[in-house]
């Protein structure tokens, strides 16, 4: 409903800034949750074919598995700047660097259609791992800034959910587009479509930006948004503010927990189709299929928790069971890849991706609980250095135990190091700070 016209700063402090919903929030939310579909497609677009991408440069399949770990490693280093330049500039130019960037990649790969222009799809896909830098910390910003307290976490979920369709698409779409064909002229001819394609939707969604995206709307969306707008900016130091997030206990073990979870997530969806082919010869679009059926079971995974922690705001509760559950969910897997049967891998990888993808969502916002008023994007951006960190070392350790031993156990692997997670999540204390200044706001 409206909000009856405030009567001016008068009225008192803090409070006087009018709480009220923008209609452009959803509009802002969609589109970026589209260029970071867009992003996070060119991602996987290699490794979900990584046996026809390995045929046609020539490379070993650890080089294709660096082209999607090259997304983590650039992130590692650029976090910091970018985060710092999301604080100072704020949304409107992080969202206009990461598609602007991501439509630049796209192009770049364009000009890789040779066999021996492997170096050329690398330098895009660094490109691209740039553009992602801009993207993966924005989402429980884009929730706070626009959102009300009622709705953060559903928005947050609806930004992290694009991410992972862009994901699925990935898994799905290359398998399809890009068949196993012998001719390298055909294979240069399929290759080029999906590239053509990627460059045209990553064109068109920064043209988008530079139209509909805003810096933050009108007026404040929720209380403790109210109160962050009305403190002084130079009170505000980023390194202290990093420095108080290392002194706090609570966030620290959700920060070594979440990178576990979520680098097992990452390695698993770079060496799903090597997995898959090992025990199943042939069978790439069925692959393609199991790591869309991971992500799309994941995507309603996260859209209820989501929807879960705004109704009850039991953040510790439910982050330990999932946990537990994805844990529960890779030991599974593990002993029921090699069973010879293509639907029990489509049925644990689904429950699989159900838990680790619902996981994020939780993880970003039980993260803000703990460590409000600190700004949402230097805690999600410690999540993410934390995956990004796990996600290296745990797809080069699997690859390397993949290729030595089996895959059995690298997945072994995988598990031992999420049965680890699941007991720290347990010592994580629940001291949430941004419930108690809605609650204490509320009451006065």
Not at 175 to 190: G, I, K, R
Request: hydrophobic share 50%; with cysteine.
């Amino acid at each position: 409903g409206m909000v009856p016209r405030d009567p001016g700063p008068a009225a008192g402090g803090a409070g006087a800034a009018e709480v009220r919903l923008s209609r452009r929030r959803w509009a802002v939310l969609v589109l970026f949750s589209s260029y970071s579909l867009c992003n996070a497609f060119q991602w996987i677009q290699y490794g979900s074919v990584n046996n026809i991408f390995v045929r046609f440069y020539g490379v070993s399949a650890f080089a294709i598995d660096w082209l999607s770990m090259s997304y983590m490693l650039a992130y590692i280093p650029l976090l910091f700047p970018v985060a710092w330049l999301l604080d100072r500039k704020g949304l409107r130019l992080i969202a206009l660097a990461g598609a602007a960037l991501n439509a630049l990649g796209a192009w770049v790969k364009l000009g890789s259609l040779k066999p021996y222009l492997f170096p050329v799809t690398v330098l895009g896909q660094v490109i691209c791992s740039l553009a992602q830098v801009f993207i993966l910390g924005m989402p429980s910003h884009i929730a706070s800034v626009w959102f009300g307290s009622h709705e953060v976490s559903t928005a947050c979920s609806v930004a992290v959910f694009g991410n992972q369709l862009g994901i699925a698409l990935g898994f799905l779409v290359p398998p399809v587009l890009v068949p196993n064909v012998e001719d390298v002229e055909m294979l240069a001819y399929h290759i080029s479509i999906m590239f053509f394609m990627t460059a045209g939707v990553a064109t068109a969604l920064f043209i988008l930006v530079i139209v509909v995206f805003k810096e933050k709307p009108p007026h404040p969306p929720s209380r403790a948004q109210a109160l962050i707008q009305s403190r002084p900016t130079e009170e505000y130091s980023y390194v202290q503010s990093i420095l108080r997030l290392f002194r706090n206990i609570n966030f620290l073990l959700l920060m070594v927990t979440y990178g576990l979870n979520t680098g097992c997530f990452y390695a698993l969806s770079t060496l799903l189709t090597r997995m898959v082919l090992s025990h199943y010869p042939g069978q790439e679009v069925n692959a393609g299929r199991i790591g869309l059926t991971i992500v799309l079971s994941g995507m309603v995974g996260a859209l209820i928790s989501g929807f879960w922690l705004d109704r009850t705001k039991t953040y510790k509760q439910t982050t330990l069971v999932v946990y537990i559950m994805s844990l529960v969910g890779m030991i599974v897997f593990t002993f029921t890849l090699n069973l010879g049967h293509l639907w029990i891998v489509f049925v644990t990888a689904g429950s699989l991706g159900f838990f680790m993808t619902g996981y994020l969502p939780l993880g970003f916002e039980f993260a803000a609980e703990l460590t409000y008023p600190e700004s949402e994007g230097t805690s999600s951006g410690l999540l993410n250095v934390s995956a990004q960190i796990f996600g290296i070392a745990f797809t080069i350790s699997q690859g390397q135990i993949m290729d030595n031993f089996d895959t059995r156990a690298g997945n072994l692997f995988l598990c031992s190091f999420l049965f680890l997670g699941a007991i720290m999540t347990a010592f994580i204390k629940a001291d949430l700070r941004r419930q108690k200044a809605n609650l204490d706001n509320e009451q006065t």
